[in-house]
């Protein structure tokens, strides 16, 4: 039953003076379903005198409406929608334990020697869908001094100069010897298309571009192209997750197996003929 008592006194005197009246406890029963008037506070927080008068009438009639919906369908509908609920919650709750076994009971570290395994064993598996390179560039003005010295410290990887020129005339500068970077990273700094710089990229180690106001020197220290097996570095990320994805089906087999033999000797599970 609809308590309109209650309710008819929130409506018309809005939150504040509601809650002089009943300061704890239901603001609306259906059918024994409650909504509480806690929840109503929350909801209209901030809300002017007349804002809020108008949300909580439209969200209580729509609050009880559904409740009233549910109730109905609960007596309607057969035995098959519980059981569906049920097999839900129960999906529900395996999933959240299975991830708690996953996050904080499964070991995580992965040996270099099996990386390597799987590296070797699956040599079409980690082919590059675009090159990769490390090195260095230099974005400079196209009226900089010396470029030509910088090409050629650029050539032979003088860092030290480099990194004197570019603090001093660059107006970009990143060093990347020690890290993979992709064509499309690259083009994001560069104003090359990804087709022209991936054909540069097969021909030269030394890449330079400008345009209206800017020279872009790119000196490339290593490289692998597009459709080349990837370096195992650069691999290694993806490896980790395959072994890793392998590992958890087999750890979680095993859990459910351990359980079932636990239950097995406990007598938590009888069998009858």
Not at 58 to 79: C, E, F, G, H, P
């Amino acid at each position: 039953m609809i308590i309109l008592t209650a309710l008819a006194g929130f409506l018309l005197s809005g939150c504040a003076a509601y809650e002089k009246k009943n300061q704890s406890g239901a603001a609306v029963d259906v059918n024994g379903h409650y909504l509480y008037r806690s929840t109503l506070d929350s909801l209209t927080l901030g809300m002017s005198s007349e804002d809020s008068l108008r949300f909580v009438q439209q969200y209580v009639s729509q609050w009880a409406k559904d409740i009233l919906m549910y109730d109905k369908a609960k007596v309607r509908t057969n035995s098959a929608i519980d059981a569906l609920v049920e097999d839900y919650r129960r999906t529900l709750y395996v999933h959240a334990y299975e991830q708690y076994l996953v996050d904080y009971r499964m070991p995580k570290a992965v040996p270099d020697s099996t990386v390597q395994q799987v590296y070797d064993q699956m040599p079409d598996r980690f082919l590059l869908d675009e090159s990769i390179v490390k090195g260095i560039l230099v974005v400079v003005p196209n009226d900089a001094p010396h470029i030509a010295k910088l090409r050629g410290w650029m050539a032979k990887v003088e860092l030290d100069n480099i990194e004197k020129y570019a603090y001093q005339n660059a107006s970009g500068y990143e060093l990347f010897v020690d890290r993979w970077l992709t064509a499309t990273d690259l083009i994001t700094n560069i104003p090359l298309l990804r087709a022209d710089l991936e054909n540069m990229l097969r021909n030269k180690d030394q890449i330079e571009v400008s345009d209206s106001t800017k020279t872009y020197l790119l000196q490339i220290t290593e490289k692998h192209l597009r459709g080349a097996k990837m370096p195992l570095d650069y691999a290694r990320p993806e490896i980790e997750k395959i072994i890793l994805n392998e590992r958890q089906v087999e750890f979680l087999q095993k859990e459910r197996e351990r359980l079932y033999n636990e239950a097995i000797q406990e007598k938590k599970i009888q069998f009858y003929e």
